[in-house]
């Protein structure tokens, strides 16, 4: 597998760290963005202790970005927009992966909300024009990503996106979750289906009092 230099904006969140733990422990260069150099580096370091030979740093978002060729983008949806628009110039030739998911929650539960853009993924294509946006890991849970299996094996990472190296780059990284290639889910604008889905899972986690994942069937 080539092995990336991996920008995780929002990585001193559970998602964020969570699946920077599993591209580092498979040997990806791993730099967590925060909006604190210090927040970042006291991740990274959490990192570290479970993964001593892991190559993870901690950095303001932007010096992040600036030393990596991939980022993924793992915040909330309130601010994204603008985290992406500040980072637009640094993210100009870097593929993005966008595991953003827009919920809202009320009396029912969880829902996805309306964006404006259609989804988080697409919004983040349209600000960040010369970034190559795909969306992928929608469904994985921080609690699991940061658990103790090997792999996530019951479960499959959806890759959405319209350039298929870009979406190549996270059907491979997926490899490091469940321990196989994503599945090519289609194209962009189907982070439309994919990002309010987790809205369910969530319900469903509620529910059954479990953490449920998706897998696909028939493949
Ligand atoms: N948690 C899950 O199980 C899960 C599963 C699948 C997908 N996701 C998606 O993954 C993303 C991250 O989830 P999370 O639970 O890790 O989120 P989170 O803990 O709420 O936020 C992650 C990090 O984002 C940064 N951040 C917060 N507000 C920001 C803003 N306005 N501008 C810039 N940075 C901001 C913070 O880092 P600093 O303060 O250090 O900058 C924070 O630690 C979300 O979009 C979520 O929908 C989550």
């Given at each position: 597998?080539?092995?990336?230099?991996?920008?995780?904006?929002?990585?001193?969140?559970?998602?964020?760290?969570?699946?920077?733990?599993?591209?580092?422990?498979?040997?990806?260069?791993?730099?967590?963005?925060?909006?604190?150099?210090?927040?970042?580096?006291?991740?990274?370091?959490?990192?570290?202790?479970?993964?001593?030979?892991?190559?993870?740093?901690?950095?303001?978002?932007?010096?992040?970005?600036?030393?990596?060729?991939?980022?993924?983008?793992?915040?909330?949806?309130?601010?994204?927009?603008?985290?992406?628009?500040?980072?637009?110039?640094?993210?100009?030739?870097?593929?993005?992966?966008?595991?953003?998911?827009?919920?809202?929650?009320?009396?029912?539960?969880?829902?996805?909300?309306?964006?404006?853009?259609?989804?988080?993924?697409?919004?983040?294509?349209?600000?960040a024009k010369e970034a190559t946006v795909v969306g992928a890991f929608h469904h994985v849970s921080a609690v699991s990503l940061w658990g103790d299996a090997?792999?996530?094996?019951?479960?499959?990472?959806?890759?959405?996106?319209?350039?298929?190296?870009?979406?190549?780059?996270?059907?491979e990284l997926a490899r490091t979750v469940t321990g196989r290639d994503g599945v090519d889910a289609g194209r962009l604008r189907l982070a439309r289906q994919?990002?309010?889905?987790?809205?369910?899972?969530?319900?469903?986690?509620?529910?059954?009092?479990?953490?449920?994942?998706?897998?696909?069937?028939?493949?």
């Amino acid at each position: 597998m080539t092995s990336y230099r991996i920008a995780v904006l929002g990585g001193t969140g559970p998602q964020g760290k969570g699946l920077a733990y599993r591209f580092a422990r498979h040997g990806h260069a791993v730099v967590l963005g925060s909006r604190s150099a210090e927040r970042a580096e006291s991740a990274a370091a959490e990192i570290r202790d479970r993964v001593p030979e892991a190559d993870v740093s901690g950095a303001e978002n932007a010096d992040a970005v600036a030393a990596a060729d991939v980022v993924l983008l793992s915040v909330p949806y309130d601010g994204h927009d603008e985290l992406v628009d500040d980072l637009a110039p640094v993210l100009e030739g870097k593929t993005v992966i966008s595991c953003v998911n827009p919920l809202g929650f009320d009396k029912q539960g969880p829902y996805g909300l309306d964006v404006s853009g259609g989804s988080a993924a697409e919004s983040a294509a349209a600000i960040a024009k010369e970034a190559t946006v795909v969306g992928a890991f929608h469904h994985v849970s921080a609690v699991s990503l940061w658990g103790d299996a090997e792999f996530l094996d019951h479960e499959d990472v959806l890759v959405c996106g319209d350039d298929p190296d870009a979406k190549q780059v996270a059907i491979e990284l997926a490899r490091t979750v469940t321990g196989r290639d994503g599945v090519d889910a289609g194209r962009l604008r189907l982070a439309r289906q994919l990002e309010p889905l987790t809205a369910v899972l969530i319900s469903i986690n509620k529910r059954y009092k479990t953490r449920s994942g998706i897998a696909i069937s028939g493949l």
